[in-house]
């Protein structure tokens, strides 16, 4: 004979069943995991990469004045992304057919830096959006897949060397550089100045040209930051120690132009208060009883600020006080 369920028995395992189904569902969701390779570990810290994206955040708002100037439309820019890679990793996610801006920057004012190459990558909507407006055409709803020709991309190199000298302006606050366009290159597989397994800073913007969207990628070796960032820690330490040295010069001229200054150093015996009547009837002879005890410290002020307490007595027939304490600021 079969076992009849009560209404509680039911209930129960109806929330078993329950909470066994949402333990299933919430052990099959996916967690973003992002891989970490201790083999190459990062070689910036935050704070170093905060200062690449202010730079680059400044070559953004500067791009995006460019090209509104040049297209006459609106335009807007702005750094989206900040990380390391290899080169060969960069690379590979090209595709074949993209217009890669092989360029150098010099460092006039800083012999110990080596020259140092950069590879600035358009995409495709972006380089045939800029083609189109410049040629009198809307330079929207382009969707070409072909490659360059000749007549582009002699238009696309005035574009790119003003793309690539608005970069001095926003450096120029940390180091002076020279960027200079070696030439285009529509193969980023020919590009060989950048070893393939060498660390690099890829710097994401994100170009709108009217209704056109696109991307300007930079790529930065991470040899030749760390020895900027390496520079611009020397200058701190060597700011720092100016700016100390002034400090202290500061301090002495200040004290040399003030030192011959007259002061008035005033002894305060005691303080009390009289009516007008009884100041009036004042004559010779009379006491004023004062509100401190003839034992109690006398009061040093300067220029009206209390500054020392003191002992009052004689020195050589003069009055005089002993200064016994200094009063704490």
Request: contains cysteine; glycine residues 4%.
């Amino acid at each position: 004979m079969a076992d009849v369920l009560s209404q509680s028995q039911i209930d129960a395992l109806l929330k078993q069943m329950s909470s066994d189904s949402e333990d299933g569902i919430l052990e099959e969701q996916n967690y973003l995991v992002k891989e970490y390779d201790f083999r190459t570990p990062k070689r910036f810290t935050k704070e170093q990469l905060k200062i690449v994206d202010g730079i680059y955040q400044n070559y953004a708002r500067r791009l995006a004045s460019y090209f509104s100037a040049t297209m006459r439309v609106f335009c807007e820019a702005e750094v989206v992304q900040i990380e390391e890679q290899k080169y060969y990793e960069f690379n590979n996610a090209l595709p074949d057919s993209v217009l890669m801006v092989n360029m150098n920057i010099h460092y006039p004012s800083d012999p110990e830096l080596e020259d140092q190459y950069l590879a600035l990558e358009i995409s495709r909507p972006i380089s045939f959006s800029i083609i189109d407006r410049l040629l009198g055409g809307s330079g929207m709803g382009y969707e070409i897949t072909r490659d360059y020709t000749e007549i582009e991309l002699a238009i696309l190199e005035n574009v790119t060397r003003q793309m690539v000298s608005l970069l001095q302006e926003p450096w120029s606050a940390y180091v002076d550089i020279e960027p200079r366009v070696i030439k285009l290159e529509t193969n980023a597989r020919l590009l060989q100045e950048i070893d393939s397994d060498e660390i690099v800073v890829i710097i994401m913007l994100r170009l709108k040209i009217a209704e056109v969207e696109g991307f300007v990628t930079v790529c930065m070796p991470s040899g030749s930051l760390i020895e900027i960032l390496k520079l611009l820690n020397e200058r701190g330490n060597r700011s720092k120690k100016v700016l100390q040295a002034s400090d202290e010069v500061s301090r002495e001229s200040i004290f040399l132009s003030v030192k011959d200054s007259q002061l008035d150093i005033v002894a305060k015996l005691g303080s009390t208060s009289l009516e007008l009547n009884d100041v009036l009837n004042l004559r010779l002879g009379d006491v004023i009883r004062l509100d401190q005890e003839v034992d109690t410290p006398v009061s040093l002020t300067i220029d009206d600020v209390p500054w020392f307490s003191g002992a009052l007595g004689t020195k050589k027939g003069n009055k005089a006080v002993k200064i016994l304490n200094y009063y704490e600021k």
